[in-house]
């Protein structure tokens, strides 16, 4: 493969990986707002101070291993694929300049082509995060020998992969295609306009980082709060070791019926703030190793 064609995927992988640890802690929060059921712990302040009791490893960056080892692999696909999808829709154009319908489509693309390897990452994660035991009052949500608990992603892994098969890894792939393609098509979209409008006005320095940290941050913050309830849809049937859901469409029905309409935006603050500074790290370093890449 010529050395620009994998440029983008070099530079996925490096962004990708920088933004994963800048967002992990945030992310498990989310995940345990999303994931709770009732009001065992109210409000995102309170569940952080939660997890925060839990230690580091326990706590916060539970379950960071795993995506921590993939992740790479997974913003490399995205980037690598939507870079090299927009050079293939762009060839035939005298401009240099992308149209935004062609930004979206790699995008959607890019989303499409990282699914292989996201989802059971993702549902491991999920399910390890998930398992965090709120401290109210010395109750516990996992009963022993009803909802298996598990010390790290290798033994999650085995369990499904035991229990389910192959397959089980697998579960909420398709909820996890309907937040994912159109999602990446939003959020390279976002990004593209909003980093060559604020270069347009002079919002940058000589090497594009004010603009590409705003514009990062703009679209990751915008592309979660439009997939909120999809979100909380899939993390709650992942999550669900029991088998309580039947689909993540039951899961729907059932959350709205005992949670109301809310129960579809939680966790939604914090995963906006948390995209800001993820997405601006994961654009600025992604750009800039692409601009030294291409300069070779």
């Known amino acids: 493969m010529p050395s620009h064609l994998i440029n983008d995927y070099i530079a996925g992988a490096i962004g990708g990986s920088a933004g994963l640890l800048v967002g992990h802690p945030f992310d498990t929060t989310k995940v345990k707002l999303q994931t709770q059921h009732g009001s065992q712990l109210k409000g995102t302040v309170a569940m952080a101070s939660n997890i925060f009791k839990q230690g580091l490893t326990a706590g916060f960056f539970r379950g960071l291993s795993w995506p921590l080892m993939s992740y790479g692999v997974v913003n490399s696909v995205l980037f690598g694929v939507y870079g090299n999808t927009l050079k293939f829709l762009d060839k035939d154009k005298d401009t240099k300049k992308s149209s935004y319908l062609n930004i979206y489509l790699a995008g959607c693309v890019g989303g499409a082509a990282q699914l292989i390897p996201v989802i059971p990452t993702d549902y491991v994660k999920v399910v390890l995060q998930s398992q965090i035991v709120p401290d109210t009052?010395?109750?516990?949500?996992?009963?022993?020998?009803?909802?298996?608990?598990?010390?790290?992603?290798?033994?999650?892994?085995?369990?499904?992969?035991?229990?389910?098969?192959?397959?089980?890894?697998?579960?909420?792939?398709?909820?996890?295609?309907?937040?994912?393609?159109?999602?990446?098509?939003?959020?390279?979209?976002?990004?593209?306009?909003?980093?060559?409008?604020?270069?347009?006005?002079?919002?940058?320095?000589?090497?594009?980082?004010?603009?590409?940290?705003?514009?990062?941050?703009?679209?990751?913050?915008?592309?979660?709060?439009?997939?909120?309830?999809?979100?909380?849809?899939?993390?709650?049937?992942?999550?669900?070791?029991?088998?309580?859901?039947?689909?993540p469409l039951d899961c729907a029905v059932k959350s709205y019926k005992a949670e109301g309409l809310r129960v579809f935006y939680r966790g939604c603050a914090v995963t906006c703030v948390r995209a800001f500074p993820v997405n601006a790290v994961t654009f600025v370093v992604y750009s800039q190793i692409l601009q030294y890449l291409d300069s070779r």
């Open 137 to 247: 009052h010395g109750t516990k949500v996992h009963t022993p020998g009803k909802d298996p608990y598990f010390k790290g992603p290798i033994q999650c892994a085995k369990h499904v992969y035991r229990t389910k098969g192959l397959s089980g890894l697998y579960k909420g792939g398709g909820a996890m295609f309907w937040r994912e393609v159109p999602s990446y098509g939003l959020f390279l979209l976002v990004y593209e306009s909003f980093s060559e409008g604020l270069k347009s006005k002079g919002w940058t320095d000589s090497k594009g980082f004010i603009a590409d940290f705003i514009a990062g941050g703009c679209a990751g913050s915008i592309t979660w709060f439009s997939i909120m309830p999809i979100d909380v849809v899939k993390s709650r049937y992942q999550a669900d070791l029991l088998g309580q859901y039947n689909g």
